[in-house]
């Protein structure tokens, strides 16, 4: 399985692993201001 993979070589480097709690935050966003431009009902219905 092609995720799992990914998973486990994401989770085995420590860097990654270390700057996670960094990454998630800007990923997430990241990821609502795009929702926000692109899809703004969807957004809404979201909160």
Known sequence: EPTGLF??????NSFLFKSL???TPLFAIFYSHFLYLYNP???SNLL
């Not at 998973?7 to 085995?12: A, G, K, N, P």
């Open 7 to 12: 998973l486990q070589l994401y989770f085995s």
């Open 21 to 23: 709690p960094i990454i």
């Open 41 to 43: 009902i969807e957004y």
